[in-house]
């Protein structure tokens, strides 16, 4: 079986290769690879090589296959699997092994599993840990999207309370309580409001904030308030970037009480000391953003940590039960993973995309590892429209749903694209 994906070979040196898989063992599964978005995780491995400590010593002579949320078909299953698996159902996959204390993960660390590629070879470990899991919703995407969907539902889970006089720790964040997502107009920040609008502890108030006018614009009219009013919240989007006084702007939509949860999805430190002045009582302060300055830091009021119950904490991945969780919630479409994806391209974009990752505006970037197709941000399919019905057809598409990608727009790429 002949695969093509992109390798890591060092520091920034991806390849997009052709060569062959070896035939799967009696504990391996052979899968075909539909759908992979690239992640910021994958751009630090790439940039960082063997610096990285996900990433083999060895890589530049034993290169493994990058990209971690990854979705398709099972193609062939050993003799160990068949009673779990068979070809034809589709998957999606858990990268997070954390294998008898290995940091070996599917994406940064294996020769013959990784999401940009065509075929890939599941080793053992990622079955044994229950890792390979079955997904019977409509679009690959959204199966591909599990994985970033579950560090968002992982963070909402993380969040914790306490009663005043005892000790005990009640999880996850304030049913009916307030909520604030700084920096939240991005991909991640909106995966988060849309958890936050359709999971079973509702808050009753979400203030969302940022400073990109466009990425407001944009938010709103994923989110419109009115149809949030119809879940029994109040949803706010505040753009602060001419506010001066930000905590007192914020603590005021919540009557000066301050919000229970503080979710942070931007690793700058002029937003991490508004969380921290905004939290109100037994408020709960969630570090998302991982930033790449091990000596980030910022002002944190420990008078309030002492006298005001105020807990920070920080969560980085989601597990496989969130991932579960993120799978059964779109196959039943009460969240839509799209709404974190503005870029779409095939694989031969992969590997210039993540190397420039950082510098490429919008949210989570697509990939259909099975076509070759530049990297094309949603907003630009009516303009290359004008030159390829291909993209006029998906701009038509994607106009009759709010500028979302979406299962019609992937069935067509699927079936047209060449």
Avoid at 89 to 98: D, G, I, V, Y
Avoid at 366 to 393: Q, R, S, V, W
Wanted: aromatic share 8%; hydrophobic share 40%; glycine share 10%.
């Amino acid at each position: 079986m002949k695969t093509r994906a992109v390798r890591l070979y060092g520091k920034r040196d991806l390849r997009l290769e052709t060569f062959d898989l070896p035939a799967i063992k009696e504990d391996e599964i052979l899968v075909e690879v539909i759908s992979d978005s690239i992640c910021m995780s994958s751009y630090k491995a790439a940039v960082l090589g063997p610096d990285h400590k996900r990433v083999p010593r060895d890589v530049a002579e034993q290169p493994v296959i990058i990209g971690h949320e990854m979705a398709g078909n099972i193609v062939a299953v050993g003799a160990k699997w068949r009673h779990l698996f068979r070809p034809g159902e589709k998957f999606a996959m858990q990268p997070a092994l954390n294998y008898k204390g290995s940091m070996d993960s599917p994406g940064y660390s294996y020769r013959y599993c990784g999401g940009a590629a065509t075929f890939a070879i599941m080793p053992q470990e990622v079955m044994e840990l229950g890792c390979l899991l079955k997904y019977e919703g409509e679009a690959y995407y959204d199966a591909s999207l599990a994985e970033p969907m579950s560090c968002i539902i992982g963070a909402f889970h993380a969040s914790y309370h306490t009663n005043m006089g005892s000790y005990e720790h009640k999880m996850g964040i304030a049913e009916g309580g307030k909520l604030a997502i700084l920096a939240g107009a991005g991909p991640m920040g909106l995966g988060a409001v849309d958890y936050a609008l359709h999971c079973d502890r509702r808050p009753g108030l979400i203030v969302v904030t940022d400073v990109e006018a466009a990425r407001i614009i944009r938010a709103e009219t994923i989110f419109p308030p009115a149809e949030a009013k119809k879940e029994g919240v109040e949803l706010v989007f505040v753009n602060t970037k001419d506010i001066k006084d930000v905590p007192g702007c914020l603590k005021a939509l919540t009557g000066g009480a301050g919000f229970d949860d503080v979710h942070v999805y931007a690793p700058v430190k002029a937003v991490v000391e508004q969380a921290d002045q905004i939290l109100g009582r037994d408020g709960c302060l969630n570090f998302f953003a991982g930033p790449t300055d091990a000596a980030f830091s910022g002002m944190l009021n420990y008078y309030n940590v002492h006298y005001n119950a105020a807990h920070v904490m920080g969560t980085t991945g989601g597990n496989t039960h969130d991932m579960i969780e993120s799978l059964r919630l779109t196959e039943k479409k009460l969240i839509n993973p799209a709404v974190m994806v503005t870029h779409v391209g095939g694989l031969d974009s992969v590997a210039a995309a993540t190397l420039n990752l950082p510098d490429i505006p919008g949210g989570k970037k697509l990939i259909y590892t099975g076509i070759n197709m530049d990297l094309t941000a949603i907003a630009e399919f009516a303009l290359k429209g004008k030159d390829n019905p291909h993209f006029a057809k998906l701009a038509e598409i994607t106009a009759r749903n709010r500028g979302l990608w979406c299962a019609e727009a992937e069935n067509y790429l699927l079936n047209n694209w060449k």
